[in-house]
């Protein structure tokens, strides 16, 4: 496999289509941003299904690579915002005329999603050095987002879709599961991927909903399921108590108030309770 792309000098490219006199630009994947090329088209195919595209749709890929996923999205989607931080990866695909695609070269954590509307589609094969980081602005800026399509590493699916109680179920799937009904659609085989990552990947789908309780501060909720699973094997009244100023006696009344067992660990709680627990809790240190 050689990694270089053919690309046209008048818009049109022997990677959609016809070949015609190229010149060439190197696309060697970068270690540094976490690159691995998706080069299998069924793939590709089936994320753009999955995530339910129509020609009233506005979708911001995360990452467009080589142009795989892009290709398909473009197909379906009335208008695409491929965001590229690799600015060769980004002249590539200003070379191919197509005209529902727009490219920005950009870091995809430095731009704002309402700067193109609301009720945006979010799809990418995302970076596994940064999924935490992309996880939390999908959260953060979810007023603008309607559905998302993302393929990560495996095992931070398995987090997402935890349920309660079990070994897989922590900080990031008290967060995501609070704003968003979570499937994973498949898991995806190391060699689906130039160059191969050592692990198996996974599209997971993100559908916005509303919450069952309303957060009181949101910013509070944030920092009291950090701190509950900052020291994950202890109760989570001393995990709190350990990591931060908020007082033990808070949490403590917060819990009796709402019937939660002293002993009780947050690997045990579900967002809900999470959000209900965090509500009494800040009340009680408001006042």
Known sequence: FSYVEKLTMNNGCSFFGIEKPAVIYPVRPKRSLGQNFLVDENIARKIAKTV???????????????????????????????????????????????????????????????????KLIVAGN?????????????????????????????????????????????????????????????????????????VTSAVVLFNKK??????????FFIKFVKLSFAKRRKKLINSVALSSDIPSEAVSLAMRELSFPEDIRAESISPEDFSRLANAVYEKISV
Request: hydrophobic residues 45%; neutral net charge; proline residues 5%.
């Open 52 to 118: 339910q595209i129509n020609r009233n749709d506005t979708v911001i890929e995360i990452g467009s690579g080589r142009g795989m996923l892009t290709r398909f999205l473009c197909e379906r989607a009335g208008r695409v915002i491929a965001v590229e931080i690799d600015r060769n990866l980004a002249n590539l695909l200003c070379t191919r005329d197509i005209p529902n695609l727009e490219i920005i070269n950009e870091d995809f954590l430095n731009i704002s999603l309402s700067d193109f509307g609301e």
């Open 210 to 219: 509303s919450p069952v309780a309303q957060l009181i501060n949101e910013e």
């Open 126 to 198: 995302i970076p596994y050095n940064i999924t935490s980081s992309i996880l939390f602005k999908i959260v953060s800026e979810r007023k603008f987002i309607r559905r998302a399509a993302l393929m990560m590493q495996k095992e931070v699916a398995d987090r997402l879709v935890a349920l309660p109680g079990t070994k897989n179920y922590g900080l990031l799937s008290v967060f995501i599961q609070f704003f968003f009904a979570i499937s994973r659609i498949m898991n995806v085989p190391p060699e689906c991927f130039i160059p191969r990552p050592r």
